[in-house]
């Protein structure tokens, strides 16, 4: 069985009478690749030509298999503890004692909520231990530890978004000797492997993406009639779901900047950021908006969010620039479709609406697209934001305030030039200036008249 020790690959190989078995996971794959050898290792399980079948349903072999699974996550959760408590009391504990060094968002950027990790994975593995079986380890029950924190393993959704801060945090303060010297003086008192601390920093990543592994494999040689079947197979579904919410959360947060982009590109924008409420763009097209007291429809850009739309004008000559109008608060409207004909509310005939009627009654759009099938698009997109909002509400997702206005700054450094120059308003010059030294600098000077032109003039017999 091969196992990661510490940053160190050692391999086990268990022999039985009848087969080996090897259990490899490979560290340096990104999360998206993991889903996807999962789901091809589990639609392989019914090929007749794979190993676990041979070994038969009641076999000890199959016993001795699910054994070896169960002491591999026993060890790895152990070794893992051992690395979480290295890095908090080897690196973090020394770095708070140099505050000369170090400020504590620069520790806070380095070492994210590691900290954080280190207690429940303590909790975590205590409860591992009670259901562990010593005597005979293919009887342990670990399923169900597994079902009872799988939303405190959500704690690694911001660890593994703060990744790629440590890493950039750590590279700059590494190019100073006095950092590449002090941290492998702090890897030398705590005794710890050589690695360096960005490798360290890597394995809570690692060690996410490797629990989903680990229950597909301990669920590949547990019998459905075993009593921890179910829970296993529960887990492993849960587990799968963690890595894919960390993965679309880090999605996501990729996702801001972008939106931020987008709000500085708006001209006469108005009001809150987008990101004070928002982290998602569901949907966007082009509708008809219609709300009292207007008798006449006006072509508008939608833009639906999580939490609101926000509703712009084309620019008359240039289409690809837009003017903020307005905004919607979504969660306070609700969406009914219309029917084609006559609206009683707005009394006008209107075909491919529907509304927005806000829930205190006193707010309505009528919104109608061209086409039939915009329209459907449309009310999935005003349901698809609804169930955004609640899941975000369920797993707790939320901006903090340091990603929203890095965001904004990070938009406000890279807008297209082009933009830059329909911002800027008319010159003005100094009142003292002399009106005729303006009109000087206006008017281009005047090439001297060739004598031929000026010879013609004096000869013409016709002058005005």
């Known amino acids: 069985i091969h196992s990661y020790n510490n940053g160190v690959w050692r391999g086990d190989y268990v022999h039985t009478c009848v087969c080996v078995v090897q259990l490899r996971v490979n560290q340096d794959e990104p999360m998206e690749e993991y889903l996807s050898h999962l789901e091809e290792g589990q639609s392989g399980q019914d090929d007749p030509s794979h190993l676990g079948l041979y070994l038969g349903p009641s076999l000890p072999c199959k016993e001795q298999m699910r054994s070896n699974v169960i002491n591999e996550i026993m060890s790895t959760e152990r070794d893992y503890i051992k690395h979480l408590k290295d890095i908090c009391e080897g690196y973090i504990k020394q770095c708070r004692k140099r505050t000369d060094m170090f400020s504590e968002e620069q520790l806070r950027t380095i070492f994210g909520n590691i900290e954080e990790i280190y207690?429940?994975?303590?909790?975590?593995?205590?409860?591992?231990?009670?259901?562990?079986?010593?005597?005979?380890?293919?009887?342990?029950?670990?399923?169900?530890?597994?079902?009872?924190?799988?939303?405190?393993?959500?704690?690694?959704?911001?660890?593994?978004?703060?990744?790629?801060?440590?890493?950039?945090?750590?590279?700059?303060?590494?190019?100073?000797?006095?950092?590449?010297?002090?941290?492998?003086?702090?890897?030398?008192?705590?005794?710890?492997?050589?690695?360096?601390?960005?490798?360290?920093?890597?394995?809570?990543?690692?060690?996410?993406?490797?629990?989903?592994l680990q229950l597909a494999e301990l669920l590949?040689?547990?019998?459905?009639?075993?009593?921890?079947?179910?829970?296993?197979?529960?887990?492993?579904?849960?587990?799968?779901?963690?890595?894919?919410?960390?993965?679309?959360?880090?999605?996501?947060?990729?996702?801001?900047?972008?939106?931020?982009?987008?709000?500085?590109s708006i001209e006469d924008w108005e009001g809150e950021d987008i990101l004070s409420r928002s982290s998602e763009l569901i949907f966007s097209g082009e509708l008809t908006k219609l709300s009292p007291p207007q008798t006449k429809g006006q072509q508008r850009m939608f833009f639906l969010f999580d939490h609101q739309m926000v509703f712009c004008k084309k620019d008359l000559l240039r289409r690809d620039i837009l003017y903020y109008k307005g905004r919607v608060d979504m969660d306070q409207m609700e969406v009914v479709d219309v029917e084609d004909g006559r609206e009683k509310d707005f009394n006008v005939s209107v075909k491919n609406a529907l509304k927005l009627r806000a829930r205190s009654g006193d707010h309505l759009l009528l919104l109608c697209a061209k086409k039939p099938e915009h329209k459907q698009r449309w009310l999935r997109a005003f349901g698809d934001e609804r169930r955004q909002v609640l899941a975000d509400r369920e797993t707790g997702f939320s901006l903090t305030e340091v990603q929203k206005k890095q965001a904004m700054l990070n938009a406000s450094v890279t807008r297209p030039y082009y933009d830059f120059l329909v911002r800027q308003k008319h010159p003005s010059l100094p009142t003292a200036l002399p009106q005729q030294q303006v009109f000087m600098l206006a008017e281009p000077k005047r090439k001297s008249a060739s004598t031929f032109w000026h010879n013609i003039g004096r000869l013409t017999p016709f002058k005005k």
């Open 119 to 212: 207690r429940f994975q303590r909790r975590f593995l205590k409860a591992l231990e009670k259901r562990f079986n010593k005597e005979q380890p293919h009887a342990s029950e670990v399923g169900a530890c597994f079902l009872q924190h799988q939303t405190e393993f959500q704690i690694y959704s911001e660890y593994c978004n703060n990744h790629p801060n440590a890493c950039a945090q750590l590279s700059r303060l590494v190019k100073l000797n006095k950092y590449v010297f002090f941290f492998e003086a702090c890897r030398l008192l705590q005794r710890m492997i050589h690695i360096s601390l960005d490798g360290f920093l890597l394995t809570p990543v690692q060690k996410i993406c490797k629990y989903p």
């Open 220 to 264: 590949k040689y547990t019998n459905p009639q075993h009593r921890d079947y179910k829970d296993v197979e529960a887990a492993l579904d849960a587990m799968k779901n963690v890595a894919r919410l960390i993965n679309e959360r880090k999605r996501r947060l990729e996702n801001i900047d972008k939106i931020a982009q987008w709000q500085s």
